[in-house]
């Protein structure tokens, strides 16, 4: 199975400030990796696809880039509601597999 | 509006098979694929699998053949059976959609996991 790590587990930061979230795939996934939010006691919440494509309704303030192995996920200019969990999904082949999630904090 | 909401039991006995279904409205089971997520309490996601209208299945192996996911889609709904459980099966339960389209430029398949059902907590306890 494909093992994506992401870094960091944690992360504080102010509201306004820029946000740089990684997931690295353990083998080569094209672009076939998602971004995922989740608050608590939510189901998560689809915010791009294909690496790079904003789902409808996603504030523009988040955006990813990366293909292969090494992917981001940018939040610029923090709102208060974005304090929460970030998944990435590879969905290149099965099983799917999930990174470990980072947990977004206010400082 | 595409809605995906899980129910079955919240209480499950060790040794005993967990039964979850997934109802779906605002789309057809019969497109796209359905999928099971769960989250153990303070934990991230785990892939469980996904079945197609056809009725194949694609499990993930780490739950070492106690899984069978039908479909039935004269309900347009789908289920999740994981039989022999112990407290380690204890979690919120999620039914998503993986939905895809082929991208015009490059011909490749575009996958996502869009919607997702509320969730439900199935705890494994005598």
């Known amino acids: 199975a494909i093992q994506m790590t992401q870094s960091p587990s ?14 690295r795939a353990s083998q080569g996934i094209r672009k076939d990796l998602g971004w995922y939010q989740q608050r608590p006691g939510k189901a998560p919440k689809l915010l791009i696809y294909d690496a790079s494509t904003l789902q409808g309704g996603v504030p523009s303030r988040f955006s990813g ?13 923090l709102e208060p509601e974005d304090f929460a969990t970030y998944y990435c999904l590879q969905v290149y082949n099965y099983p799917r597999t999930f990174g470990q999630g980072t947990k977004l904090e206010i400082k | ?47 469980l ?17 106690r899984v069978a996911m039908s479909i ?18 204890t979690a919120v339960y999620y ?15 575009i996958y996502w996991f869009d919607p997702w059902g509320q969730g439900t907590l199935v705890t494994v306890s005598s």
């Open chain 1, 10 to 23: 944690s992360l504080s930061a102010s509201v306004g400030d820029r946000v740089i979230i990684t997931c």
């Open chain 1, 65 to 77: 880039s990366g293909s292969g192995t090494d992917f981001t996920l940018t939040i610029s200019g």
């Open chain 2, 1 to 47: 509006q595409v809605e995906l909401k899980e129910s079955g039991p919240g209480l499950v006995r060790p040794s005993e098979t967990l039964s979850l279904t997934c109802t779906v409205s605002g789309d057809s089971v019969n497109d796209h694929y359905w999928h099971w997520i769960r989250q153990s309490p303070g934990k991230g996601l785990e892939w």
């Open chain 2, 49 to 65: 699998g996904y079945i197609y209208y056809s009725g194949a299945a694609t499990y993930n192996p780490s739950l070492r053949g």
């Open chain 2, 72 to 89: 039935d889609t004269s309900r347009n709904t789908f289920s999740l059976n994981l039989n022999s459980v112990t407290a380690a099966d």
């Open chain 2, 95 to 109: 039914c998503a959609r993986e939905a895809f389209k082929v991208d015009d430029t490059t011909a490749s398949v």
